[in-house]
């Protein structure tokens, strides 16, 4: 039996093992996936003890995604990018590889709403707002695509700054207050900061300065209608709800694990939003 696990601390919030354990179960592989809690201090004697209690590979969460990448043998690009693992696995030669399947997650999410060519080269601006770590991973996945211009918007400048470093010839770092000017040029618009949670207050911004044209994502999915996509919606953009990307970031792990290309089903959304 393949084994593979999610760690965190706490780790009981985490719907990785219903999305890992729905795939599993539908597609009747011989595979376990679990959740683990390990402290922060015991995360290294973790980590060097997963090849002898005989796991594939696993998920990271909080907060040991960056113990995770120091941790790592191995780092793939996407993990050096943002910073962070969220997917450990071993290669041929038994080395830990760190990966950030979040970047991805974000972006097969986006094509399969929105078709693959929504960000084509000259549609407009991609504007995120936030520069935590969820922007980190939004930024990293586009930079793969064609090259539009990323602009990051964050109440904190020397954040959305460092996120331009990831490549200052399409990132830029745009002021809070000059937001507006921004959004006139968009073709699609990223929330990645934590507004709009439930308990948390509202994003307040000028949607009207958007083309009408603009998609609006956003990475929050509880609620899954978030006040910034129900406004959207009702001024007729296309919207993005968060939990696409929950879903997607899980598929590389999977394949890597069990060797099956797993399928974001409808079934699975069903599952998922059954237990926000
Ligand atoms: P994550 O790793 O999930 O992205 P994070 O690193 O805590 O989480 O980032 C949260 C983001 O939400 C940040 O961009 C934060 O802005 P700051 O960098 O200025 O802290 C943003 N955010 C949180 N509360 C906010 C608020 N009340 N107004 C504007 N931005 C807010």
Partial sequence: MI?????GHPIAHSRSPMIHGHWL????????????????????????GLKADGFAGGNV?????????TGADVLTDAARRIGAVNT???????????DNTDAVGFTAHLDETLGPDWLSVDAGDVVILGAGG??????????????????????????????AGLDPTRVEAVDWDGLDDALRGARLLVNTTSLGMTGKP???????????DCAVADIVYSPLE????????????????????LLHQAVPGFERWFGTRPVVTRELRALIVADL
Wanted: zero cysteines; aromatic letters at 6%.
């Fill in 3 to 7: 084994k593979a696990f999610v760690v």
């Fill in 25 to 48: 179960a539908t597609l009747g592989l011989d595979g376990s996936y679990e959740r683990i809690d390990v402290a922060p201090e015991d995360f290294g004697t973790f980590l060097r």
């Fill in 61 to 69: 969460t909080l907060p040991h995604k960056e113990a995770a990448f």
């Fill in 88 to 98: 450990l696995s071993f290669d041929g030669q038994g080395r830990l590889v760190g």
């Fill in 134 to 163: 969820a922007a980190r991973a939004v930024v990293a996945g586009l930079l793969d695509r064609p090259a539009t211009r990323i602009l990051v918007a964050n109440r904190t400048r020397s954040r959305s700054e460092a996120i």
């Fill in 202 to 212: 509202q994003l307040d911004i000028a949607l009207e300065n958007l083309p009408a």
């Fill in 226 to 245: 978030t006040p910034l996509l129900a406004a959207a919606a009702a001024r007729g953009h296309r919207v993005i709800d968060g939990l696409g990307m």
